[in-house]
């Protein structure tokens, strides 16, 4: 497949939008009416129409490059978003293994990786990247193996290590996030990690997430898809800069809310890594202006009811306070009261 | 929607590298490469043997990094419930198998400023992949290896010809030579981490010793599979399922299962890893639970079993299946 | 008492001296010293011939505890200025300790914190060093805008001490930074922080 990647921002003038076939692939997260936390994972098994986010087990889209270009800023604004505890080396490699494979199997008008033992050689043309390379000596990359394939991969990761019965998150790469801090939360283990959210761990989300990913094996990668909404299309909704982009949320008005307000989906995918033993969190965003959302009529009839009748701990949780009477008073002019079909596909 | 990712293999090779030890090396019969591993995970290996479908869970001990092919050791012991004997005695090489992908339960700890690891036996074997991965890694070990006879000890030789004799020793019973684990243990420096994998008495032994001096729980490991103990035949009633089904005398609840046709999950097939958990909806009996991994209080609630290894004292159990 | 429910924050089990350790490495601060006191009279005397303590004062000066501390007759007892004097010989002592040493933590949550990072440093397993909580419930929290780390944070919201945002102390702590999180209370309407609530006494 030839991609278009456009050239569009996720900040100041905020040009991102989705094209047409972009709006349609969209992981859509809501497979009924009504939204409550739940363990919902799903073999990671290609799936979906034809184009679907759920095509290919490492999704690069039309946004790869303009995605990369702002990870790179957010970078240099700030290193501690990219961390990895010593011990997590060859849970590192593991992971540029996997990216590289994946991207260069799926995608091979844009990625090439060539093997000779251990001398790799990647290509990635749509950055202009050629890179020869030793498998294993971090010293031939010129950043640690993980830091550079996930300057080349879209979606936020982060690897867990398995000791003791629990995950414990040891490595990250993370600029495009809900709301939380790697460097906050490195080194915790999966309860804590999550302990900001509410009632999830009340009704036992986290110890079945947990006791199911222990026994999570190799070849046998699952996902799930989580959401949020961000104003404008922001990929770092970092807590850290939280100052920063906080004071959007109060520029909601009933005239912008179609290209202002967006639903944020995450499709996070798991992957038991082979040398490390560790477990890859892929957590990939997908971002979609409420415009574009209510061009599937399926989507806008149920994301309506959805944020219409969400519990109001997850309203302050996910930030949603401020702009969420608007935007559910905008949505339902979409809202035609029919019955909507199963599943997350468009009709 | 399932993946299946059970691998189709041939017997490359078998090779004789003890008493009673055979070496088995498997190849895809697809020509497709083999997944790498970690040092210390276990394959399950499905064996037809006649009519017997024989799943059992051993080691991998080649290098984590070949993949063309996994090794295994298996030791052939005595009243075997048929897995060793049929590996020994009916498997020939350029027969087919089919294995699981590897499951780690006995990762080494990375975080570790130095590895100790204690073999006992055949026990030795996820001890020889995770020194060739710590190797490669470039991490502080050493191996502490105790063998019956000199002739019963497989592969102690390569071993110490490989990473030296400082790295790799052995206590021979037979010499009267003892592994001595306190003095292994007195002055290893702060962070160091214990692996042990024998007979439950080693492990016991060791670990207990390592508890009298001082060392924490998070810096010991052990791992050992533990096969099916032999009982008295029962029934299980499956709840949802609204069927009966018969154990015989040296059968699992999941062998009994598989034999009739119902798949339940499993992972170690030792009463390790927690996931063939099931339910218990009512017993006429006594559970008798042989596994590492419920805690005592889920044992004595009488709820749950680890059907992998676990069987009851009486007339019938109802699972929720 | 600290409050409970929050997740991320460690629980302090108690300074529960391991017989069987060949030696007791102790690093206590303030109030700390009551947590080994206490401890003696449950298990006796014989674990200070292969103990070593390193006390700080910090709040408790008046206290007199360095004395009562001294008094003991520890195998080595040393009283440290400040908290960092006192973790920069932790670290070396550490780096010098074998396997069979048990790692003993007490005093208020931001030196317990950064005493465990001290030991994970060293390659021990947080869950294996045996901490306590004694003396205030202030906490050490960590701005997440700017990484300044204010010590003794009693009220929510407080003001950065490092760049001046009013931030709300959130319920969630890492055991690497040995510190709560603090989080601009009024991002969204810049000028609306509510008035500071003594929290954490």
């Known amino acids: 497949m030839n991609l278009n990647f456009k050239n569009e921002s996720f900040r100041d003038d905020y040009t991102f939008k989705n094209s047409p076939e972009s709006i349609r692939r969209f992981p859509f997260p809501f497979n009924e009416d009504k939204y409550m936390y739940s363990v919902n994972m799903e073999p990671h098994v290609p799936a979906g129409p034809a184009g679907h986010a759920y095509n290919n087990a490492i999704d690069v889209d039309e946004h790869f490059v303009a995605e990369m270009r702002d990870r790179a800023l957010v970078l240099k604004e700030d290193p501690l978003r990219y961390l990895a505890l010593p011990h997590m080396m060859a849970a590192q490699w593991d992971t540029l293994e996997l990216l590289m494979e994946n991207q260069a199997a799926s995608y091979p008008e844009h990625f090439t990786l060539e093997k000779n033992g251990d001398q790799w050689h990647w290509i990635n043309r749509p950055m202009g990247i050629d890179q020869i390379f030793t498998f294993g000596d971090a010293s031939t990359l010129p950043m640690e193996p993980l830091e550079y394939i996930t300057r080349q991969a879209q979606g936020d990761f982060v690897i867990v290590d398995q000791r003791d019965g629990q995950l414990w998150c040891d490595a990250g790469m993370v600029t495009t996030q809900a709301d939380w801090s790697l460097d906050f939360d490195i080194g915790m283990n999966f309860h804590e990690w999550h302990g900001p959210v509410p009632l999830a761990h009340e009704i036992g989300v986290f110890d079945r997430a947990l006791k199911f990913l222990l026994n999570l094996q190799q070849g046998k990668p699952v996902r799930r898809l989580n959401w949020t909404m961000t104003i404008n299309p922001r990929l770092d909704t970092s807590p850290e800069n939280y100052h920063k982009w906080g004071p959007d949320r109060a520029t909601v008005t009933p005239e912008n809310v179609g290209n202002k307000v967006h639903l944020r989906c995450e499709l996070q995918t798991l992957w038991r890594l082979p040398r490390s033993n560790a477990i890859l969190f892929v957590v990939r965003c997908y971002l979609i202006k409420m415009e574009e959302l209510v061009t599937v009529p399926k989507w806008a009839r149920r994301f309506h009811r959805v944020l219409r009748d969400l519990p109001p701990e997850l309203v302050d949780y996910k930030g949603l306070t401020r702009y969420r009477p608007t935007t559910v008073e905008w949505l339902a002019k979409f809202d035609d009261g029919q019955p909507s079909t199963p599943g997350i596909y468009p009709e | 929607m399932t ?67 996994y090794e295994i050791s298996v030791l052939r012991v005595e009243n075997s419930r048929g897995g060793s004997a049929f590996l020994h005695e009916k498997l020939k090489e350029g027969d087919e198998l089919v294995l699981s992908q590897p499951v780690n339960l006995f990762a080494h700890d990375h975080r570790a400023k130095k590895h100790i690891m204690m073999a006992g036996g055949i026990g030795i074997t996820p001890f020889i992949a995770m020194m060739d991965q710590m190797e490669r890694e470039g991490a502080a070990f050493e191996l502490h290896y105790a063998v019956r006879t000199r002739t019963h000890g497989a592969y102690w030789k390569e071993l110490q010809q490989r990473y030296g004799k400082h790295r790799v020793k052995i206590y021979c019973d037979e010499e009267k030579l003892f592994i001595p684990v306190a003095d292994v243990l007195a002055n290893q420096p702060l962070g160091t981490h214990l692996y042990v994998c024998g007979p439950a008495g080693m492990i016991n032994g060791v670990l207990g010793k390592a508890r009298e001096l001082g060392w924490p729980k998070q810096n010991l490991h052990s791992e050992e599979f533990l096969a099916p103990p032999p009982g008295k035949a029962f029934q299980v009633r499956l709840a949802r399922a609204n069927r009966t089904i018969d154990v015989a005398p040296h059968q699992s609840i999941l062998e009994a299962l598989e034999a009739n046709g119902v798949e339940a999950p499993y992972l170690c097939r030792g009463g390790a890893c927690g996931q063939c958990e099931t339910g218990v909806v009512s017993c006429d009996g006594e559970l008798e639970h042989n596994d590492h991994f419920l805690e005592p209080d889920d044992k004595a609630s009488g709820k749950k079993i680890m059907i992998c290894v676990s069987r009851i004292k009486g007339n019938a159990v109802t699972l929720d299946l | 008492m600290l409050v409970a429910g929050i997740k991320s924050r460690p629980v302090y089990g108690g300074l529960n001296v391991d017989i069987h350790a060949r030696r007791h490495l102790f690093a206590l601060e303030g109030e700390g010293a009551l947590a080994l006191l206490d401890q003696l009279k449950a298990v006796g005397m014989d674990v200070l011939k292969t103990a070593d303590i390193l006390y700080v004062a910090s709040g408790s000066k008046a206290e007199d505890h360095d004395r009562t501390l001294a008094a003991l007759g520890a195998d080595s007892f040393w009283l440290a200025p400040t908290i960092p004097v006192l973790l920069n010989r932790f670290h070396v002592m550490l780096g010098q300790a074998h396997m069979g040493t048990c790692i003993y933590v007490a005093g208020t949550e ?85 008035k500071p609530e003594e929290l954490f006494p």
């Open chain 2, 3 to 69: 993946i299946n990712t059970e691998m189709k293999v041939r017997v490359a090779q078998i090779a004789q590298v003890a008493d009673k030890v055979k070496r088995f090396r498997f190849e895809r019969a697809d020509g497709q490469p083999m997944p790498v591993f970690s040092g210390g995970a276990h394959v399950i290996v499905s064996m037809r043997d006649g009519k017997a479908l024989r799943r059992n869970p051993y080691s991998l001990m080649s290098s984590p990094e070949d993949t063309v092919g």
């Open chain 3, 110 to 194: 931001g030196f317990i914190g950064q005493a465990q990072q001290a030991a994970m440093n060293h390659g021990v397993d947080p869950a294996s060093v045996h901490s306590e909580h004694r003396g205030s419930a202030a906490r050490r929290v960590q701005c997440v805008h700017c990484k300044g780390i204010t010590d003794n944070v009693t009220t929510s919201p407080y003001t950065c001490s490092a760049c001046g945002l009013s931030l709300l102390v959130r319920d969630h702590y890492s055991r690497r930074l040995g510190a709560f999180q603090g989080v601009c209370i009024d991002a969204e309407e810049p000028g609306t922080a509510p």
